[in-house]
């Protein structure tokens, strides 16, 4: 009977040990959000005033592409996966992230492009290069 009881004992302590983060993530989410309560939402900034356009600057043409920034496809992230997932067929998106030391959240928008061009392919949770299919 006492065998009985240091198992169950046992195993009661080894379920509070596993709960007990979980309930102190509880706790400070309460805290968090009992302190969100007495937020009032930011109001936007008002915008600064535009400075008027100079006759040169008006007068330059704007390039006819449509969108802001550098063209499309002309960063080098891209090329860094595909060396990677050339070097390493089935490498996930967390250990490109790794391997490359960013973010993995900008992997999840680069990588489908690639896809979406033809250079690679997904096989499970893993990225391989298209070419070797």
């Not at 009661?12 to 309560?37: C, G, N, T």
């Not at 008027?52 to 006819?64: F, G, V």
């Amino acid at each position: 009977m006492t065998d009985f009881l240091d198992e169950k004992k046992g195993e009661i302590r080894a379920r509070l040990s596993e709960l007990k983060p979980l309930v102190e993530e509880y706790q400070r989410l309460e805290a968090a959000a009992a302190a969100l309560d007495g937020v009032s939402p930011a109001k936007p900034a008002a915008r600064p005033a535009r400075a008027s356009r100079t006759a040169t600057s008006a007068a330059r043409p704007k390039p006819a592409t449509g969108r802001r920034g550098r063209p499309k496809g002309s960063g080098t992230r891209a090329k860094q996966v595909l060396e990677l997932v050339r070097s390493r067929p089935g490498i996930t998106i967390p250990e490109l992230a790794e391997s490359m030391g960013i973010k993995q959240n900008y992997l999840y928008r680069v990588v489908p492009e690639l896809h979406k061009d033809g250079m690679v392919r997904k096989e499970g949770r893993g990225w391989h290069p298209k070419d070797a299919a």
